[in-house]
């Protein structure tokens, strides 16, 4: 076997899971260099929920962001997180958005694309591969672990063989919730190993504790790459820490090769920036315990502390419990889709709903509605019929690609967007983003012009956003 490579998710899935998102840019700039030099397979710095984060509480502009990334990293690949068809908002957008979204993201310094669906149905991943493979990014296509009674191996390897097929030049096992546990993992890439004839990639978490085990089993049993973070952001709700697989590997016959010292280096740096961000509130060390629930109920951290939330408003937080028994029912009722978002929110909100009313499916929410009728895509188990009846009464099922439904849009944004888009990227912000996009848009283009301005000019901006 030859070396393991490491993609390290400092720059994007570890601030996500531990601190919100809120790592700004000046957070990251300072250690580029370092990190250029480590010898990573990539970097993940961008995608997931960054881009929202950017625009909604940072102040920044997450194109601008990328292009910082890619000046400072010359020597590694740049990755990043795309959910298939809804791209990075919350619905499916038509494959003209898409397309440019996608070229626009390479040319901006993307190089690999991890693309994925809630629902594994390999339709949601036909623009977005096609489009990566056109612009010639690295196509990374990730189904997302679950475990029920129609996700078995065989069910994942077929998977595998169907996006291979479709041109990834990666598959990757996107373990979000901290399922994998290490013997099922060493199982499952024996065999995707065995099937594949391209390189297999592995993303868990250590929310259940068992992430760097997981890493371990997966290393013996021949994957090619894994995600992990440097320590001061890593394992609970993250990714489980680099260096210690570093460490654990030296000498071995799975040597990453990477330099402890070099890694330390940039460690130091983020120590001070996970400092800064617990100070402000936004690193809670509740999310660094290990939380077992989640091999109980099959419901990931986020989920958890979402029905929590749910419940205080409605003053019944004595349900917790009752909530947590329902979600495996309606998961089952709704044909065992993956929880992972925007499918986690969904079954999670549904069963709140069948605790409170004191009546299963009393009330349905519009999502639950949607999912059922296929908006979203094919559910991989059979659904329950008389609830899909009680949802959706006697509305036709779709059964093609959700997005062949959709028209061509990319036009109708860039005349929404108007004056405020200065280029592509912008319009794109716009379309994913549009109730953010704008607020933000117009305060970045006033920076802009007060600092083309003439002097005078600049005073009299200055004076009048005192008057304000």
């Known amino acids: 076997m030859e070396k393991l490579f490491i993609t390290d998710t400092i720059l994007r899935d570890a601030h996500q899971s531990q601190a919100a998102t809120r790592m700004r840019i000046e957070d990251m700039l300072p250690a580029c260099r370092t990190l250029d030099k480590i010898g990573y397979w990539s970097l993940e710095c961008w995608g997931g929920a960054t881009f929202d984060s950017c625009m909604r509480f940072l102040d920044e502009d997450p194109w601008e962001r990328l292009r910082r990334l890619r000046a ?10 795309l959910r298939g068809q809804n791209l990075l908002g919350y619905k499916h957008y038509a494959d003209d958005v898409v397309d440019l979204f996608v070229k626009k993201a390479i040319e901006n310094g993307i190089d690999v694309i991890r693309v994925f669906d809630a629902l594994n ?6 623009a977005s591969v096609k489009a990566i493979k056109k612009y010639g990014g690295i196509c990374e ?6 475990k029920s009674p129609v996700h078995s191996e065989e069910y994942f390897v077929d998977l595998a063989l169907t996006f291979q097929q479709m041109g990834a030049d990666v598959i990757c096992i996107k373990d979000m919730a901290n399922l994998l546990l290490p013997y099922e993992a060493y199982s499952l890439i024996k065999k995707l190993k065995a099937t ?3 390189p297999v990639h592995l993303h868990t978490h250590n929310t259940t504790g068992t992430g760097d085990m997981t890493n371990l089993k997966a290393a ?30 030296r000498g071995t016959e799975r040597d990453t090769g990477l330099d402890l010292n070099l890694l330390s280096e940039a460690a130091n740096h ?3 920036v996970a400092d800064r961000l617990k100070a402000e509130g936004f690193l809670d060390p509740k999310v660094l315990h290990v939380d077992t629930k989640t091999l109980l109920y099959q419901v990931p951290g986020g989920m958890l502390s979402n029905l929590l939330k749910q419940l205080k408003e409605a ?13 495996p029912r309606v998961r089952a009722d709704f044909g065992y889709p993956p929880l992972v978002t925007p499918t986690s929110q969904i079954v999670g909100t549904q069963a709140v709903l069948n605790i409170l009313m004191g009546e299963r499916y009393k009330m349905i929410s519009k999502e639950s509605k949607a999912l059922l009728r296929g908006e979203y895509g094919a559910l991989p188990g059979e659904v329950n019929e008389d609830v899909r009846r009680l949802a ?10 959700p997005a062949d439904l959709l028209e061509p849009e990319l036009e109708k944004y860039r005349q929404e967007a108007g004056d405020l888009a200065k280029c592509e990227e912008d319009v794109l912000s716009y379309a994913l983003f549009p109730q953010v996009a704008p607020k933000f848009l117009e305060k970045r283009n006033a920076r802009a012009a007060r600092k083309n301005a003439p002097e005078d000019e600049v005073r009299e901006l200055f004076v009048d956003d005192a008057a304000m």
Do not use: H, W
């Not at 296509?141 to 679950?146: I, L, P, Q």
């Not at 013996?220 to 590997?249: H, K, Q, W, Y």
């Not at 003053?315 to 979600?327: I, P, R, T």
């Open 220 to 249: 013996e049993a021949g994957v090619d790459i894994v995600d992990c973070a440097l320590s001061p952001m890593a394992n609970g709700t993250s990714n489980p820490s680099t260096e210690s697989l570093v460490a654990t590997l």
């Open 72 to 81: 400072e990293m010359p020597n590694t690949k740049l990755q990043m997180l």
């Open 121 to 126: 149905d390999p339709r949601n991943l036909e």
């Open 392 to 401: 959706i009464g006697d509305d036709e099922v779709i059964t093609c690609r």
């Open 270 to 272: 983020f120590r001070k």
């Open 196 to 198: 594949l004839a391209i």
């Open 141 to 146: 296509c990730a189904f997302s672990y679950t």
């Open 315 to 327: 003053n019944a937080e004595e349900k917790f419990y009752d909530v947590l028994a329902e979600v």
